[in-house]
């Protein structure tokens, strides 16, 4: 029997790993009392090196959760399921989480762990170790095949599978905290960061199917699949706050019959009752809230649904709406294949049934077929480019049909094509008319995620016809044409169309704005720097980055409101380098990465002339300003004449 310190730390194993996922973490209900064997075994024994027996343990026995949300999806074999959880986990909460993970993954003698400190290698570690703690535990989930069971009787019990299960998280180590540092140990990986346990930074932890897997749980598949009557059986005890969808295969005249709770083997009948649909797809969801406040504890809670497929009484038949397409009405596919038609949002209204309904439609040409999904959108499976008319009748899900069928035409309205013309600054938009309608009105536009161009509105016959969309307003990157066709006695068509076209960025235009003497720069009294001004614009709309280069130096210290920008620059480094005329180069870069740049020539007023500069035959001397030779002579000459001339007059 491992201690309370070594049960705390595998606990915690599941905790960090399966992190309520493992809400109703399952207890084997091998023996005849589902009571008796449902009581998980709190014991967890570390076996080997780096391996933890999860075996026995639930989640609520050591740990309180927020909320957390399972949906568990019945595979048509009726023996696998698609096992998704979600567990939300707040404030201190979290804290106890991350403490619980560092002591588990310090145990595992995993590099970091157990030093009060969360970090990104052992989030990983984490994620790699919970899978096979999960398959190493229970469901606490039972079925059993015959009229309503509650004890006594052998179950039938899920488990997890392993290759099946993969682990997420959100903000288990949060990369903005504010104690945020890099991994101290010296094994730690490239880019590994920790932040210290006592974080209270909310967190979720999620269960899923692994990649290219198709369950992550398996039963002991009912003889009769469902069809005859069963039993669910689910152990909540200790779950606090929790939801629990269950979605069943497609079974003619499934329903749930009763349902019960029992608390220490007495029933409950102060609690909700699970609510039932009827999917338009045939299926059967189950959704069932549990609250199980801390006072109650530790009383045994099980959960009991019967379900039968006996016929219901007083079955209404499904009724036509007036919202439905009329006879004979046209329903346009966007192209071959299986294609989304009508969405739920849009179907839901075109019938009514107190017990849900289906779509049942046989078409005339062969391969051609129909389905709805559980929100009930309108799904057609088409060959070719052609057509094909379909008789429809509205099902419910004990096989009552409406009195009325409808007859509709399916098929594809055009074929499209599209190329761009960055000199018109046009999309060439071409659509090719199948026949499927005599004329429409097109009305369609180019397209991006968070931008639209303007619409263009036009009508096509019976023949080929190219129009130009603008793609002004829209930025660089992906362009897809989004828009509607409408035509006599046809379902309005909704198309969004990608033909991998790219609009390519143009680059940023930048002006000066120069002063009223047509001075490129504003000088400043001590002479030291000169302030520039000016206006950037980037045709694409996208954000500008501006970066000036002088005297070997750059700066990005603009001043931008809107498209206008003013920038001070200091001549000092220029001053250094004797430099005192100033080639400025100032760049802008879109989102891009295309970059649009201005050469600016400035002059420094301030600079002294060089005044002593001799020029000999229109050009400066060697000497760097001294008299030449011959103009020394003549100077003396001069002189000499001068004194003798001076000398004469006084004799």
Excluded at 186 to 202: F, H, Q, R
Excluded at 265 to 289: C, F, H, K, S
Aim: one cysteine or more.
């Amino acid at each position: 029997m491992a201690d309370g310190n070594t049960r705390l730390k595998i606990s915690s194993l599941i905790l960090s790993a399966i992190l309520l996922m493992m809400t109703f973490s399952p207890t084997q209900i091998q023996d005849n009392s589902f009571e008796e064997n449902i009581v998980p075994n709190v014991e967890a024994r570390e076996d080997d090196v780096g391996q933890v027996n999860c075996s026995g343990l639930t989640f609520e026995d050591l740990f309180d959760y927020d909320f957390a949300s399972f949906s568990i999806n019945i595979l048509d074999d009726w023996a696998t399921a698609d096992y998704y959880a979600n567990a939300w986990v707040n404030g201190s909460n979290a804290a106890t989480v991350r403490e619980n993970l560092d002591e588990l993954i310090g145990s595992q003698d995993v590099p970091g762990g157990g030093n009060g400190w969360l970090s990104t290698d052992e989030r990983d570690a984490v994620r790699a170790i919970g899978p096979d703690c999960i398959a190493d535990m229970d469901t606490r989930i039972g079925l059993k095949e015959g009229v309503a069971h509650r004890t006594g009787v052998d179950w039938n019990n899920w488990s997890f599978i392993q290759d099946g299960i993969q682990l997420d998280e959100v903000n288990l180590v949060p990369s903005d905290h504010e104690e945020k540092r890099n991994c101290q140990n010296l094994l730690a990986s490239n880019g590994c960061y920790e932040i210290p346990v006592s974080a209270t930074d909310d967190l979720e932890i999620s269960m899923f199917v692994a990649d290219e897997e198709t369950y992550n749980a398996e039963f002991n598949q009912l003889p009769n699949k469902g069809v005859s009557n069963f039993t669910l059986a689910l152990n909540v005890t200790n779950v606090t706050d929790a939801s629990f969808v269950l979605t069943f295969p497609q079974t003619q005249g499934l329903r749930m019959l009763e349902f019960s709770t029992m608390d220490d083997g007495i029933q409950n009948d102060a609690l909700e009752i699970p609510v039932v649909e009827n999917l338009p797809n045939g299926r059967m969801r189950v959704t069932i809230d549990v609250e199980y406040p801390d006072s109650n504890y530790p009383a045994i809670r099980e959960i009991y649904v019967d379900f039968t497929t006996q016929e219901v009484e007083d079955n209404d038949i499904p009724i036509w709406s007036s919202s439905a397409p009329d006879e004979g009405k046209i329903i346009p596919l966007s192209d071959d294949g299986t294609v989304v038609v009508v969405n739920g949002d849009i179907t839901e209204n075109w019938a009514s049934d107190n017990h849900g309904w289906t779509l049942d439609c046989n078409f005339v040409e062969d391969g051609w077929s129909s389905q709805m999904d559980e929100d009930g959108a309108f799904i057609i499976t088409s060959v070719g480019t052609g057509s094909s008319q379909a008789t429809c009748n509205l099902v419910d899900p004990y096989g009552e049909t409406s009195e009325l069928s409808r007859t509709w035409t399916f098929g594809q309205l055009f074929t499209a094509s599209a190329a761009m013309n960055e000199q018109s600054e046009e999309l060439e938009f071409t659509i090719t008319p199948t026949g499927l309608v005599g004329e429409m009105t097109i009305i369609a536009h180019a397209h991006q995620s968070n931008n639209m161009a303007d619409a263009k509105t036009i009508t096509v016959a019976t023949n080929e016809l190219t129009t130009g969309l603008s793609l002004k307003k829209l930025r660089p990157g992906l362009v897809m044409v989004m828009g509607t066709a409408d035509a006599t006695n046809m379902l309005t068509y909704s198309f969004m169309l990608n033909f991998g076209l790219e609009k390519s960025s143009s680059p940023p235009v930048i002006e000066l704005i120069t002063g009223i003497s047509q001075e490129n720069a504003t000088w400043d009294d001590s002479g030291l720097k000169f302030t520039l001004k000016g206006i950037v614009i980037d045709p694409d709309g996208e954000e500008v980055t501006l970066m000036l280069s002088l005297c070997s130096g750059s700066t990005t210290d603009f001043t931008q409101v809107g498209t206008n920008w003013e920038i001070d620059v200091s001549i000092a480094s220029c001053m250094s380098q004797g430099i005192t005329e100033y080639d400025v180069i100032i760049s802008a870069t879109d989102e891009s990465g295309v970059i649009g740049t201005l050469s600016v020539f400035i002059t420094d007023p301030y600079a002294e002339d060089d005044s002593d500069t001799v020029i000999v035959d229109g050009e400066p001397s060697e000497e760097g300003g001294l008299p030449s030779l011959s103009m020394l002579s003549t100077l003396i000459i001069t002189l000499l004449a001068m004194a003798f001339w001076q000398r004469k007059q006084y004799l």
